[in-house]
């Protein structure tokens, strides 16, 4: 997955850089038999990465499950409520933290909303970066920011362009108030458009069986986001990318302006999530007996674009890539700009049941020719 950050390139690709980082968190990756649980063993985490000092505490201190009172303002000034909950967890060795949105349906066999955020402390900017992903408002966003005055203040631009601030505020806790505004004139005004109030939910009111861990409130995300299929609602879609579920060996080259290469062994695993509306994928390096999660890949397809869309989320490197695309004949190409205005194409090859070719490349003249900058080759072992 070639980088997002072509003027500070170090061979740095899909978030993988060849100047290793390696954890002193834990990097064991649990060994399952199931293809489907494989994503979810390695994305999980059991607390933050050492290296983010006092900044793990801007969100550790949400982990867990928390009962959610929703209140939208509807333009004609009207509102809605919608009961709901949102879990917390650790994830891709403690370097970032991930949370599932639910909102419960309000008529008999209704689907329930849900949606993600990851979010990852960026030491490059001295921000966080938070990336949200709704596939049932086809919404993919990217707000960043920090602690405020005692509140977490986030800032963006949604879809439309137009202006977000997102806010947790009267954080104790047991309980903190989110609010969502929106700007139409830049910045000047702003629009209160969500405001929900959590509860955290304690050890009495959770559910579950006696073990260990079914009550341990820091694996209440992961157990939440795992899916053993994909969605009904994803029809032949679904099949683009639920081939690829599962652990495959990576054998990746990394290819440099001036023809030299670096090389790079791990794995690629895949899985469903969040009710099996998104595919998530996690990219683990081998570096001797380490083993360490560089990263992430959320996709999921935007019934009104008619296209999948793709997000890859590196903490390591603080890189984030959005692109946009699907099938070409046996293929599947997706395509984005690089932070520099470059074009660059992401494709899957050459695909069959046990192994498939995966290609990154940019273009420096925007799409006149192209460079590869990066190769995997894929085996499957699951």
């Not at 992903?133 to 405020?148: C, D, H, N, Q, R």
């Not at 959770?206 to 073990?211: F, H, K, M």
């Not at 869309?309 to 046996?330: F, N, Q, S």
């Not at 995966?358 to 190769?375: H, V």
């Amino acid at each position: 997955m070639i980088s997002v950050a072509t003027a500070t390139r170090l061979i740095v690709t899909a978030g993988i850089t060849v100047t290793m980082i390696v954890s002193t968190a834990s990097n064991s990756r649990a060994i399952s038999n199931d293809p489907r649980t494989a994503m979810i063993d390695a994305l999980s985490a059991s607390g933050p990465h050492p290296s983010l000092g006092n900044e793990a505490r801007v969100f550790d201190r949400f982990i867990g499950t928390w009962d959610c009172d929703y209140t939208f303002y509807r333009e004609d000034g009207t509102k809605r409520h919608v009961k709901g909950e949102l879990e917390f967890g650790w994830i891709l060795d403690g370097r970032a933290i991930q949370d599932i949105w639910i909102s419960y349906p309000t008529e008999p066999g209704k689907e329930r909303g849900i949606g993600t955020t990851v979010r990852f402390f960026d030491a490059r900017s001295n921000t966080w970066r938070i990336i949200f992903v709704s596939p049932t408002y086809g919404a993919l966003i990217e707000m960043k920011g920090g602690e405020e005055g005692g509140r977490i203040v986030l800032r963006g631009v949604d879809d439309e362009g137009l202006s977000l601030l997102w806010t947790f505020n009267d954080i104790t806790p047991n309980a903190f108030v989110w609010r969502g505004e929106k700007s139409r004139d830049g910045g000047k005004t702003w629009k209160l458009e969500e405001e929900h109030h959590m509860t955290r939910r304690i050890a009495s009111q959770r559910s579950g069986s006696s073990s260990e861990h079914a009550n341990d409130p820091s694996l209440d995300m992961i157990r939440m986001l795992r899916s053993t299929g994909p969605s009904r609602s994803l029809g032949s879609q679904a099949k683009l990318f639920d081939r690829f579920v599962g652990t495959w060996d990576l054998d990746c080259t990394f290819y440099d302006p001036q023809g030299n290469t670096n090389r790079l062994v791990g794995e690629w695993r895949f899985g469903w999530a969040l009710d099996g509306k998104i595919e998530q994928d996690v990219i683990v390096e081998h570096h001797g007996n380490e083993r360490i999660a560089r990263g992430t890949t959320l996709r999921f397809y935007d019934v009104k674009a008619g296209k999948w869309r793709i997000v890859w989320i590196a903490p390591p490197t603080g890189t984030v890539a959005k692109l946009v695309g699907g099938a070409v004949d046996d293929r599947i190409v997706l395509e984005g700009v690089d932070t520099d205005g470059s074009p660059f194409h992401w494709s899957f090859n050459d695909i069959r049941p046990d192994s498939f070719l995966w290609r990154g490349e940019i273009s420096p003249d925007g799409g006149k020719t192209w460079r590869l900058e990066q190769q995997m080759r894929l085996t499957r072992r699951l």
